[in-house]
């Protein structure tokens, strides 16, 4: 399962809604449920499709302090790899017979690639709202320790008393947006470098 936090003026909604639009169509089938907390978006092959192996992904949607925690389930691909295994056999039997399936492989090649096509279609929701995996400006604000002034994340010294703000100062993981623990090297959630 794959977890990204989305920073911004976003709701679980409206990445639900973009993925009910981008995705309930064609050979696909898509339904959003929950509630502006937690939304659910399902996708998945319609059952009487034309063609192509059955698949299907969940993504989980939940509101966070500014923004949204993305999760996107593991592909359910039975379906998929039963289709392309008939497809071989067939071309085994018969290379001709690949013209007959031409459709259905390119719909199973197509699902495939659904997790690359969710998170792209999530990133495009994300991006036209102005939000990011970088850390809100609401949350770019830190008080100092000693005069309790707000300041500015990234600044290595209070602008009101000039005492040092050190290590507490907040950064989000650029792959993945998880705001992990001060001081820490490596992501939490998606374990990559924070160097």
């Known amino acids: 399962m794959e977890t ?9 909604e409206d990445i639900g809604r973009a993925l009910v ?3 309930d169509h064609g050979n696909l089938q898509a339904q959003m449920m929950g509630s502006p907390e937690r939304v659910v978006v399902q996708v998945a092959s319609r059952t009487f499709r034309a063609s192509g192996g059955q698949t299907g ?7 966070v302090e500014d923004g949204v925690l993305v999760q996107l389930g593991d592909q359910q691909m039975l379906g998929v790899a ?3 295994g008939a497809t071989a056999l067939f ?5 001709l017979s690949l013209i007959g399936r031409l459709d259905g492989l390119a719909q199973d090649i197509t699902a495939l690639q659904l997790s690359d096509s969710i998170w792209q279609t999530i990133q495009k929701a994300v991006s ?11 949350l770019r604000r830190l008080e100092c320790a000693y005069c309790g002034a707000a300041v500015p994340v990234g600044e290595g010294t209070c602008p009101m008393c000039g005492a040092p ?6 950064k989000a993981c650029p792959h993945c947006g998880f705001i992990p623990p001060a001081g820490a090297t490596v992501c939490p959630n998606c374990h990559a470098s924070l160097l």
């Open 91 to 95: 071309a085994l039997r018969n290379p």
């Open 165 to 170: 703000l050190g290590a507490i100062q907040p």
């Open 82 to 84: 039963a289709d392309l």
């Open 4 to 12: 990204k936090t989305y920073h911004g003026k976003i709701t679980a």
């Open 21 to 23: 639009a981008e995705f």
């Open 128 to 138: 036209a709202a102005g939000a990011g995996l970088q850390i809100s400006d609401r």
């Open 57 to 63: 992904m969940t993504v989980t949607l939940e509101k």
